[in-house]
Nanobody, 122 residues
Framework: QVQLVESGGGLVQAGGSLRLSCAAS????????MAWFRQAPGKEREFVATINLSGRRLYYADSVKGRFTISRDNAKNTVYLQMNTLKPEDTAIYYC???????????????WGQGTQVTVSS
């Protein structure tokens, strides 16, 4: 069982940056693939980025590639999402998730945080 708690969301102007954090507890963090997803009002949850156990294999959604960076610190049981050059269309609730396989599909992840709101104003 893994408990995940996100933080770092907020309101930012277009072009600005935010860094999200997701702290894990309750299990061996380094045993899990970690991912970030987001969900905007009225839309389905969508994949943002994933990182493998060692942190060497990263995948990004095309919509965030070149602007967002996922990373993890296994010593701190934390995964991060650095978001730069934010756009209004990045506005959503951002969720971190833990699973056992690299995937962009939400159903591949067994554990989810409660989410953190990111709002980008134009």
């Amino acid at each position: 069982q893994v408990q995940l708690v996100e933080s770092g969301g907020g309101l930012v102007q277009a072009g600005g940056s935010l860094r999200l954090s997701c702290a894990a507890s309750g299990a061996t963090f380094s045993s899990y693939v970690m991912a970030w997803f987001r969900q905007a009002p009225g839309k389905e949850r969508e994949f943002v980025a994933t990182i493998n156990l060692s942190g060497r294999r990263l995948y990004y959604a095309d919509s965030v590639k070149g602007r967002f960076t996922i990373s993890r610190d296994n010593a701190k049981n934390t995964v991060y999402l650095q978001m730069n050059t934010l756009k209004p269309e990045d506005t959503a609730i951002y969720y971190c998730a833990a699973g056992t396989a690299d995937s962009s599909a939400p159903h591949a992840y067994a554990y989810w945080g409660q989410g953190t709101q990111v709002t980008v104003s134009s």
